[in-house]
């Protein structure tokens, strides 16, 4: 039986390629859990002066533009958190 030629050519191997960890930006934590934070409490805060009675000049003048207020600081932080690594 004839005995199979051995390859001559060494196996390619790519070569390796050093991954960069990809580091967020110190003040993006800080500004997303303050978005949040604001967001709620911007609602939570509308929502006890219309139940108390309480006139708080510039949230009396936005009447249900709060709620939008506070659900736009809690999406932002939520837009901002999809950047966090």
Same mark, same amino acid.
């Given at each position: 039986?004839?005995? &199979?030629?051995?390859?001559?050519?060494?196996?390619?191997?790519p070569?390796?390629?050093?991954?960069e960890?990809k !580091? &967020?930006?110190? +003040? =993006?934590?800080?500004?997303?859990?303050? &978005?949040?934070?604001?967001?709620? =409490?911007?609602?939570?805060?509308?929502?006890?002066?219309?139940?108390? *009675?309480? #006139?708080?000049?510039?949230?009396? #003048? !936005?009447?249900?533009?709060? =709620? *939008?207020?506070?659900?736009?600081?809690?999406?932002? *932080?939520?837009? !901002?958190?999809? @950047? +966090? @690594?």
């Amino acid at each position: 039986m004839p005995k &199979s030629n051995a390859r001559k050519k060494a196996v390619y191997t790519p070569p390796q390629k050093a991954k960069e960890v990809k !580091l &967020s930006p110190r +003040w =993006l934590a800080p500004t997303m859990v303050a &978005s949040w934070i604001i967001g709620i =409490l911007w609602i939570a805060v509308f929502y006890i002066t219309n139940v108390a *009675g309480v #006139d708080v000049p510039f949230m009396t #003048d !936005l009447q249900n533009w709060n =709620l *939008g207020i506070g659900f736009a600081f809690i999406i932002f *932080g939520v837009v !901002l958190s999809t @950047r +966090w @690594r």
